[in-house]
């Protein structure tokens, strides 16, 4: 077994980090004692920049501006898209729309497809892993539609999709592209294109890696996808998600929401749905435009930086955690879940125990880190290179250790609390 990284190596990689300077530009407790934020991968932290744009367009823009701002408003979700298409997705302009849910959107193209599979196309097809509001839309899709849901095993690779649709009966095949529980990183590529042999349209979830995984949507050859904006693109609670249809695509799906934001000559108001031309189909009410305006300003600080050497340094971040997590914590009974390979990871590390949930209660409660917990036994690391510094991962570790080293969890309670 390799030594422990040491915490001083550690804070030699934050001395020579270039990307260490975004930190500032961050809202951040100054409180030397403050908790370490592990949990960027569920909740993103708030840019400086983000809290003065939502400030003018909250007092500028709506509160003097009033209706009149529609002007500056009524085309800012295809705007956002484009930036977030750009900068994030590897995606040509006009083909990504901000709004709504990451859910509502899956619901959107989903059904969009659904609705005009050819005759035969009886199955939808996901994993046993994806995320659960994923696997309820489509399971709610599938019951309406009469069509039968395909659960395929965890993390599928390009095989394994290429064999749940040999038969070329699948409507849609729909997965998460880093799985939030195990952390792996699916294969874009290769799954979507198993997927072509058949001519089976593939949605993929980019909730988990969208701004900490460089994609190449437009490379790749990607169908259809949606994401949220709240983790890594740190546009907060609730801020709108995206969703992206190929251009070569858009004319031949409808949305089953026929909204007026959707609609060809929204403002002729006229008696008839038709579908606007282009990605704005999609849309189907009025947009939120702080959420548009934080998407905005997280975009742009993760442009700035540049995607690859964010990846970078996340992949070291991670490398560092599992070596430090194999050395201190697998004496202790934990089990590093999320996979070594750097082409197989995206950008948190799962760390699985047995006492997973009593030991992030005592992590927050008396140590100061904040991770978080997923069923059954995952404690999981979330890797925000904007801002998690090498040192904080290494204290992050090294509190874990002393938590169960002196089992200082057995004193929480066992039951979950409703917010985990
Ligand atoms: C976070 C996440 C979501 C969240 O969906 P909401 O509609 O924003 O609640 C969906 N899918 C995946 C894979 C996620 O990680």
Redesign the pocket.
């Known amino acids: 077994m390799p030594p422990a990284p040491s915490r001083a190596e550690a804070e030699e990689r934050d001395r020579v980090d270039a990307l260490a300077p975004f930190r500032e530009r961050f809202v951040l407790d100054p409180d030397p004692g403050a908790p370490i934020y592990v949990d960027g991968n569920s909740l993103g932290r708030l840019p400086r920049s983000t809290a003065t744009r939502l400030r003018e367009v909250v007092e500028e823009e709506w509160g003097r501006g009033l209706v009149g701002s529609w002007g500056q408003w009524i085309d800012l979700a295809v705007a956002v898209g484009d930036r977030l298409g750009r900068a994030l997705l590897g995606a040509a302009e006009g083909q990504v729309l901000v709004g709504d849910?990451?859910?509502?959107n899956l619901y959107k193209l989903a059904t969009a497809v659904v609705d005009v599979a050819p005759a035969g196309r009886t199955a939808v097809v996901t994993d046993a892993a994806?995320?659960p509001?994923?696997r309820f839309v489509l399971q709610g899709i599938a019951e309406r539609h009469g069509l039968e849901l395909r659960m395929i095993d965890d993390d599928p690779d390009a095989d394994q999709v290429a064999a749940a649709t040999r038969a070329g009966d699948v409507a849609l095949v729909c997965l998460?592209h880093v799985a939030?529980r195990s952390g792996a990183l699916l294969d874009l590529r290769g799954i979507t294109d198993a997927a072509r042999v058949t001519d089976t349209p593939a949605l993929w979830?980019l909730?988990?890696s969208v701004g900490a995984v460089p994609i190449g949507l437009d490379d790749a050859g990607v169908d259809l996808a949606v994401g949220?904006t709240y983790?890594y693109v740190n546009a907060g609670p609730g801020a709108p998600?995206f969703l992206f249809v190929r251009r070569g695509l858009q004319e031949r799906l409808r949305s089953p929401i026929w909204g007026w934001f959707g609609a060809a000559d929204q403002f002729a108001m006229g008696p008839e749905y038709e579908p606007a031309p282009g990605i704005g189909r999609f849309a189907a009410g009025t947009p939120p435009i702080p959420g548009l305006a934080a998407v905005d300003e997280g975009t742009c600080l993760l442009e700035e930086a540049g995607l690859a050497r964010l990846r970078d340094k996340s992949l070291a971040i991670g490398d560092q955690v599992i070596a430090h997590a194999d050395a201190v914590l697998a004496p202790l009974g934990f089990e590093v879940a999320t996979p070594r390979l750097h082409d197989r990871r995206g950008s948190h590390v799962s760390l699985r125990h047995p006492e997973a949930w009593r030991l992030c209660q005592a992590l927050v409660a008396e140590l100061g880190v904040v991770p978080d917990f997923r069923e059954p036994d995952l404690v999981r690391i979330g890797i925000t290179p904007l801002y998690l510094r090498f040192v904080d991962a290494w204290d992050a570790i090294d509190r874990l250790r002393l938590v169960a080293d002196e089992r200082r969890y057995e004193r929480f309670p066992v039951e979950r609390s409703r917010v985990t």
Do not use: G, M
């Open positions: 849910s990451t859910t509502v994806n995320f509001t994923d998460s939030y979830d909730s988990h949220c983790k998600a």
